[in-house]
C-alpha cells in the first residue's frame, strides 16, 4: 500500500488540507496579479529610462560640443583650472516613495543650473562659452540624476518582480500540487479504510450467523 | 494635483479621496480592476475618455486601461489587492 510519511490519513487532516489548499490558491491568483501590476510598472520605469536616456545623451553631446569650443577658446590648462576652482557641491533632498509597495528613492534637487557667479571660478579671467559649457553640463546632470532615480527604481521593482515570479512558481509548481497530491492520498486511503471495514463487518456478520446456525443445529 | 484640480469643479475638491484605490479583486477576473466613489469615477473616466460614466459608483477597467490610469496618474493612484 502506497504510504505518505507525517500525514494522518484522517477526514480532519483533510478538511484541513483542503482549506490550505483553497488558501494556497487564492495566494496564488492575488500574487500573480501583484505580477502582473508590477510588469506594467516596470515597463513604465524602462519606458521612462528610454526617454530619459535619449535626453541625457542630447544634452550631453551639446555640452561636450560647448566643452570643445570651450577648450578651443580658453585652452585646456585654464579650463581645467577653472574647473577646479568651481564649487561641486550641490544640494539634493533624498526620500523615498513607494511603487507597488516597493520602497523607490526619490532624488530632488533644487537648482543644478547656476549663474556664473555662484559657480566659484573667476568671471574676470574665464570666456564667456565656459559658462556656456557649464550650463549645458548642469543641464545634462539634472537628467542624469533622474536618470539614477529611474534605473535605481527599475532595479528594486525588478528584484521585488523576481521575488513575487519566485513566489507563484513555489506556489504554483511546489506547494499547490504537494498538497493535492497528499490530499488524493488521504482520499484513497480513507476510501481503502471505509472497503477494509465492510469486508470486517460482512466477515463478523457471517460468523455471528454460523455461531447462531451451530447454537441452534 | 494639478491635473485633478482641472477635472473637477472646485465644489467637489474635497469629495475626492486620494489615492484613488485601483481595486483588483480575483472575483472579477485576471487583469480586470474596479474603481469605485462617484468622483473618483468622474475623474478616471476623464483621463480614460470614457464618455456618459459621470454619475456611476462604479467602474469597471481593463488591464490597458489601468496601465494608461497609471501613467497618467502615478502618485494618486494605488492598486489595492481584493482577495475575499
Redesign the interface.
Same mark, same amino acid.
Given at each position: 500500500m502506497k504510504t505518505m510519511s507525517g500525514v494522518a490519513p484522517t477526514r480532519m487532516e483533510l478538511l484541513r488540507l483542503k482549506k490550505r489548499v483553497a488558501l494556497a490558491r %487564492?495566494?496564488h #491568483?492575488?500574487l %500573480? #496579479? %501583484?505580477m502582473?501590476?508590477l510588469v *506594467?510598472?516596470f515597463?513604465?520605469i524602462l519606458r521612462k529610462i528610454g526617454r530619459t536616456k535619449r535626453r541625457a545623451f542630447e544634452l550631453l553631446s551639446v555640452a561636450h560640443r560647448s566643452l570643445s569650443k570651450c577648450l578651443a577658446s580658453m585652452g585646456t590648462v585654464e579650463t581645467e583650472q577653472a574647473s577646479r576652482e568651481t564649487r561641486k557641491e550641490l544640494q539634493v533632498d533624498l526620500s523615498t516613495?513607494f511603487v *507597488?509597495g516597493v520602497s523607490v528613492p526619490t532624488v530632488e534637487i533644487k537648482s543644478v543650473e547656476r549663474d556664473p557667479l555662484g559657480r566659484g571660478y573667476s568671471v574676470h579671467t574665464t570666456s564667456s562659452l565656459l559658462d556656456e559649457a557649464s550650463r549645458d553640463f548642469e543641464r545634462a546632470f539634472e537628467v542624469l540624476v533622474q536618470l539614477a532615480e529611474l534605473e535605481e527604481a527599475a532595479r528594486a521593482v525588478g528584484r521585488e518582480l523576481e521575488k513575487t515570479k519566485r513566489r507563484v512558481n513555489a506556489l504554483e509548481y511546489i506547494l499547490i500540487p504537494r498538497l493535492e497530491e497528499t490530499i488524493k492520498f488521504i482520499v484513497l486511503r480513507l476510501d481503502e479504510m471505509e472497503r477494509e471495514n465492510f469486508v470486517r463487518m460482512k466477515r463478523i456478520k457471517l460468523m455471528l450467523e454460523r455461531r447462531a446456525e451451530e447454537a441452534g443445529g | 494635483m494639478r491635473e485633478l484640480a482641472k477635472v473637477l469643479p472646485e465644489g467637489e475638491w474635497k469629495m475626492l479621496q486620494l489615492p484613488i484605490f485601483i481595486q483588483v479583486d480575483r472575483r472579477l477576473g485576471r487583469g480586470t480592476a474596479r474603481v469605485t466613489g462617484k468622483t473618483e469615477v468622474k475623474v478616471v473616466s476623464h483621463f480614460l475618455n470614457k464618455r456618459g460614466r459621470n454619475d456611476e459608483l462604479e467602474l469597471i477597467i481593463y488591464r490597458p486601461e489601468v496601465a494608461v490610469l497609471r501613467r497618467k496618474l502615478p502618485t494618486t493612484t494605488q492598486y489595492l489587492f481584493l482577495g475575499a
Open positions: %487564492k495566494g #491568483e492575488l %500573480k #496579479e %501583484k502582473d501590476a *506594467m510598472e515597463v513604465e516613495r *507597488m | -
